[in-house]
């Protein structure tokens, strides 16, 4: 008989081979939280630490299928939703959505890589914004996510609040804008209350000297997914997975030429 009191994530994302973002890095943070982690993947990339070359998609059928099948025998207690890759993956990804209404859906709204590759097509934008915003329980775009989202510059604390207003608007429930590239990094945020208004909190942190930024975002949305599936408050969720980050980062060290990835497993220490 399955164990309930043990936690599944499931994480619908692309594949980065060199494991700093995507499903991979998105295992390595639920195991990092003592969960267990099933994947869906939309798109495989190849990538390395200098950028995304080349993208690949998976077919919607496949995607479909996949979602069905672990749901059927592994129904998790949060789903963390990254790169989709195409209009027809966001769309089949949707639909899985709106059937099934799982819990503690978390979703990243990736639509380009930190190389300014585009991971989403124009289609899929529309279908991210149209339809999925409303299926989640929680949004977390960066700034310039939430710029594309919206078509307004996200600079500040204050177009940060502007924007998740804007996000709520278009749909979305609970949002956090996440503000790292800040010079005083802060997240913002805004939980959706039943009278239809947000109540926002601010995270601010320290700036932490390196490089190995790669993958924060995964890491940040995972990490929230995890918390989320354990039961806390959006609140703590929040500041828990910032803290899991913050760690990472403050205990990542270089691999690669380009860009490095952040710790997930610091609490291992260094191999």
Known sequence: MPDENHKLVLTIAGFDPSSGAGITADLKTVTAHGLYGIACITALTVQTTRGVSRMEGVSPESVRDTLEALMDDLPPAAIKIGMLGSAEVARAVAEFLRAHRPRNVVLDPVMRSSSTTALLDEAGREILSKEMLGLADVITPNLGEAGLLTGTAVTDVGSMELACRRL??????????????????TDVLAEGLSDGSLAFRQYPAERIATPNTHGTGCAFSTALACRLALGENLGDAMQGAKDYVSEALRHSYAIGRGTSPVNHFFKLGRR
């Open 168 to 185: 709520r608007d278009m749909g979305a429930r609970n949002i956090v804008i996440t503000g790292g590239h800040l010079e005083q990094p």
